[in-house]
C-alpha cells in the first residue's frame, strides 16, 4: 500500500512541467529571489537564505519550474540586487488549478505598495494549455506609469487567477515596450 502511494506521488510531481519564464526586455539587469511557503528567500544557488539572486540580463529569460505541493511560492523580482527593498511579486499555488496572482504588496519597500517597474509597461499571463482565456486564466497587464488594477494593490483585493489545465505555463514580460493596452488601468493623477 505505501509503495503505490509512493509511487503515484513520484509519478504525479514527475509529470508536472507549468512554469513561469521572466524575461527582461529593461535596460539594466533585474534580479530574483524565490520563497516557498514562507520560508526565507534563496537565490541561485537554492539553498542559502538571502544569498545572490539570480541575475537576469537585457534580453535574458530566467526559468522557474512551479511546486507543486499545494503550498504558496512567491518569485520576487527587483530592479537591484538587494531584491528585499522595492519588489514585483508572481506568487502562485498549484492545487487543484495553478493559483496565481502578480503584487506590488511591499513593491517600493516593507508594508509599501507600488512598484519597481512602475514606470515600464509589465505582461503577465498564461501561455500555452487549454484552459488560457477561460474564466479567470487570463493575463494581467500593467501599463507604464498608471496603477495596475489586476494586480495586488491591498491584500483584501481579488487579483487572484486559477487556471485548471496543469500544463499551463506562464510568462512575465518586464518592459515590454508599448504593445499592451488595457481599461483596467488608471492614472496615478486620477
Given amino acids: 500500500m505505501h509503495s503505490v502511494i509512493a509511487l503515484t506521488a513520484l509519478f504525479a510531481t514527475s509529470v508536472f512541467a ?5 524575461i527582461n ?3 539594466n539587469p533585474v534580479y530574483i529571489r524565490t520563497s516557498h511557503n514562507g520560508a526565507c528567500d534563496v537565490g541561485a544557488d537554492g539553498t542559502t537564505c538571502y544569498g545572490t539572486p539570480f ?14 505541493d499545494g ?5 520576487k523580482i527587483a530592479t537591484n540586487a538587494d531584491v528585499n527593498n522595492g519588489i514585483l ?3 502562485y499555488t498549484v492545487s487543484d488549478n495553478i493559483y496565481w496572482d502578480v503584487s506590488d504588496l511591499d513593491g517600493v519597500g516593507a ?3 507600488g512598484s519597481p517597474f512602475s514606470g515600464d509597461n509589465v505582461w503577465t499571463g498564461p501561455v500555452g494549455g487549454s484552459s488560457v482565456g477561460q474564466g479567470t486564466c487570463t493575463p494581467v497587464i500593467c501599463l507604464a506609469n498608471q496603477i495596475c488594477q ?7 483585493q481579488k487579483a487572484t487567477h486559477g487556471c485548471q ?3 499551463t505555463n506562464f510568462q512575465m514580460f518586464l518592459c515590454s515596450g508599448n504593445a499592451y493596452k488595457s481599461r483596467r488601468a488608471i492614472s496615478f493623477n486620477a
Fill in 55 to 68: 541575475e537576469v540580463d537585457q534580453g535574458q529569460t530566467q526559468q522557474f519550474d512551479f511546486i507543486a
Fill in 18 to 22: 507549468s512554469n513561469l519564464q521572466v
Fill in 111 to 113: 508594508a509599501r505598495v
Fill in 165 to 167: 489545465d496543469m500544463s
Fill in 71 to 75: 503550498e504558496g511560492t512567491s518569485i
Fill in 89 to 91: 511579486q508572481f506568487e
Fill in 150 to 156: 489586476d494586480a495586488y494593490q491591498q491584500p483584501d
Fill in 25 to 27: 526586455n529593461c535596460g
